[in-house]
T-cell receptor, first 113, second 119 residues
Framework: KQEVTQIPAALSVPEGENLVLNCSFTDSAIYNLQWFRQDPGKGLTSLLLIQSSQREQTSGRLNASLDKSSGRSTLYIAASQPGDSATYLCAVRSNFGNEKLTFGTGTRLTIIP | EAGVTQFPSHSVIEKGQTVTLRCDPISGHDNLYWYRRVMGKEIKFLLHFVKESKQDESGMPNNRFLAERTGGTYSTLKVQPAELEDSGVYFC?????????????????FGNGTRLTVT
């Protein structure tokens, strides 16, 4: 059974700093890993999707890495801004039979102006 | 392109009542998923449609939950009768199937969710 863990549960950093969010998963047999952000009262916005054959994906100030063998992914946010404040979720799609995503509980990020 | 839309955004009902949630996926997306997040827990899978067929309903908690996708377009999720533990946020997502054997790599696009409160 796949399990996804995100640590820490909450993180506060001053504006302008670079930061890293962590995600770990127990079963390395995955198709891909997807990072989402969720703003309060809103849905999930897809940020980056990394295929199992890839090592990283970049979009603007965001960079996500994947180390499938060790069951880890990181989301790097450069030059953080108050608008980055949200809950960040990672989810893995395992390749043992169905298409469901397994989510972590998320990291609530607060950027302090 | 319009995103995944869900209705209603909020619903407050009493225990024992019935509620029906609706999801309109992105046009052309054959895959439609329901997920939910109950208080303090991670988001969990409920079921998956491919067009009008249920591909996987292993996450449905019990037979009080009924999902349909008539015609392969929008989907409804009915809870009848609702219980207190059904409270949470119900998300719908859709994905595109670009080709044979590759659809597992499509990103999921989520709606804003329906917040259900059972009192």
């Amino acid at each position: 059974k796949q399990e996804v863990t995100q640590i820490p549960a909450a993180l506060s950093v001053p504006e302008g700093e670079n930061l890293v969010l962590n995600c770990s998963f127990t079963d390395s047999a995955i198709y891909n890993l997807q990072w989402f952000r969720q703003d309060p009262g809103k849905g999930l916005t897809s940020l980056l999707l990394i295929q199992s054959s890839q090592r990283e994906q970049t979009s603007g100030r965001l960079n996500a890495s994947l180390d499938k063998s060790s069951g880890r992914s990181t989301l790097y946010i450069a030059a953080s801004q108050p608008g980055d404040s949200a809950t960040y979720l990672c989810a893995v799609r395992s390749n043992f039979g169905n298409e469901k995503l397994t989510f972590g509980t998320g990291t609530r990020l607060t950027i302090i102006p | 392109e319009a995103g995944v839309t869900q209705f209603p955004s909020h619903s407050v009902i009493e225990k024992g009542q019935t509620v029906t949630l609706r999801c309109d996926p992105i046009s052309g997306h054959d895959n439609l998923y329901w997920y939910r997040r109950v208080m303090g827990k991670e988001i969990k899978f409920l079921l998956h449609f491919v067009k009008e067929s249920k591909q996987d309903e292993s996450g449905m908690p019990n037979n009080r939950f009924l999902a349909e996708r008539t015609g392969g377009t929008y989907s409804t999720l009915k809870v009848q009768p609702a219980e207190l533990e059904d409270s949470g946020v119900y998300f719908c997502a859709s994905s595109q199937e670009p080709g044979q054997g590759t659809h597992y790599n499509s990103p999921l696009h989520f709606g804003n969710g329906t917040r259900l409160t059972v009192t």
